[in-house]
């Protein structure tokens, strides 16, 4: 349950669901609010609760620990379209958690409740019966919010740049009937039933608008904000945050880093189980190109074992401090790898599988600073050429150096700063100067 808060401490309670990559952000906010003297609620999921618990702030546990891992090791949960479903489905009772939750709260406590995407559609439940809550969206990745304008992806299918507006309103119509709607709202209206609300016809406009402010976790030369995005919107910046970022490399791993030529790192995230395939053919691909290679995953039986003398596994190494050693990244695009390999500016070979994978992984073509296939996924030969390409373009190389380049340029000018005066309605802007935009 939500403590009382002290007298005259403004509140503020972070509701997060989802993966690790879904809880650093939100522990960056969380360290940064916390900062400017306000009391911090972390609404998290059950499996994450202990290490959110170690950033020293109030944990709130959402759901069973078991909803999120057996999720996980669903194969369905990977599928790029049937794997929204499965997703909400496992967060069904941590939505309904974060309701009771702030159902709870004292009817004259003025609180800001900062939610995951997932979350919005429980928080806008929530601020009905309770004029005290405030609502901030915290949107984690550009995929998060509906657009019709370019760049446009529906998973690996990228939209033409030619292709009507009108059409791509319809893509996205058909998208909600089809893919969205029959699974997440019955669930979600049986909750706003229960409170005598009227039923959500479609949810994805139903997020765009639940919340009363949006920031941007990726800074704006990522991701333009588009016209149709919700407002007030502050455009904010990656929040890249690792509890063990300060922690030393392990002597084992540090030895192998000095032994040999930077290697090229592969992780499939913390939450993948069905990588084993693709552990395989990264590590193929890496010695045909004759690099070593350093194999991220909680899992070890998805490496080959033994691994031999040019590759290393580690369940987990914080990627801030790893990837100033290698030679490139190979990873499923989620945004936070993404982001971390942006500022270490390593090249980056992106091979999604869902969500924002696709997106993400367009992005940082566009940027320059890397490759992305999903095709990769299945077929070594690809993923071989691939990583060979991307080792051997020096385009790339200055592409991920000038990505670096402009991360700590929005650490200097105060990204961060903007997001959390928005979240406390501190002199909130719409936007601010990119210092890198001439």
């Known amino acids: 349950m939500i403590s009382a808060a002290r007298a005259g401490e403004p509140r503020v309670v972070l509701a997060t669901a989802g993966s690790h990559g879904d809880l650093h952000p939100f522990l960056g906010l969380a360290a940064a ?75 004259d406590a003025p609180t800001t409740l900062v939610a995951h995407p997932l979350v919005l559609a429980h928080a806008a439940i929530a601020r009905a019966r309770r004029r005290t809550l405030r609502v901030v969206a915290a949107w984690l990745a550009p995929s998060n919010l509906v657009t019709v304008h370019d760049p446009l992806t529906f998973g690996p ?172 990244l190979v990873h499923h695009g989620g945004i936070g790898t993404t982001a971390e390999a942006l500022r270490a500016g390593v090249p980056q070979l992106v091979v999604p599988r869902a969500y924002d994978q696709f997106d993400n992984g367009a992005r940082t073509v566009a940027l320059g600073a890397g490759r992305a296939s999903y095709v990769a996924a299945r077929r070594p030969a690809r993923l071989a050429t691939e990583l060979a390409a991307l080792l051997g373009d020096a385009s790339v190389r200055a592409g991920a150096a000038a990505a670096a380049a402009r991360i700590a340029a929005d650490t200097r000018a105060g990204r961060l700063e903007a997001v959390v005066d928005a979240i406390l309605d501190r002199e909130a802007v719409r936007s601010t100067i990119d210092p890198t935009r001439t």
């Not at 069905?274 to 590590?283: D, K, T």
């Open 157 to 328: 299918i990228a939209v033409p740049r030619w292709l009507p507006r009108a059409a791509r309103r319809a893509a996205w119509r058909l998208t909600e009937r089809v893919v969205i709607d029959p699974v997440a709202l019955p669930r979600l209206n049986a909750d706003r039933a229960a409170r005598n609300l009227p039923p959500v016809r479609h949810l994805l406009g139903h997020l765009m608008a639940a919340a009363d402010a949006s920031v941007t976790l990726f800074p704006p030369w990522f991701s333009p904000t588009r016209p149709d995005w919700p407002t007030p919107l502050t455009e904010g910046a990656f929040v890249l945050h690792d509890p063990q970022a300060g922690a030393p490399l392990p002597e084992p791993v540090r030895a192998f880093l000095g032994d040999g030529a930077p290697p090229v790192v592969v992780t499939a995230g913390t939450g993948q189980v069905h990588a084993a395939a693709f552990f395989a053919s990264v590590l193929a691909a890496a010695r045909a190109a004759g690099r070593r290679a350093v194999v991220l995953t909680p899992e070890r039986a998805q490496v080959p074992a033994p691994l031999g003398a040019d590759a290393l596994w580690h369940a987990y190494l914080p990627l801030a401090a790893l990837l100033p050693h290698a030679a490139a």
């Open 33 to 107: 609010i916390r900062a400017r003297g306000a009391g911090i609620t972390l609404m998290v999921p059950a499996a994450h609760a202990q290490r959110a618990a170690a950033a020293g702030v109030e944990v709130v546990p959402l759901g069973d620990p078991g909803d999120l891992q057996a999720a996980m090791r669903d194969p369905a949960i990977w599928h790029p379209t049937r794997g929204f479903g499965r997703i909400w489905a496992a967060g069904d009772a941590a939505f309904r958690d974060v309701l009771a939750g702030l159902d709870a709260l004292p009817d």
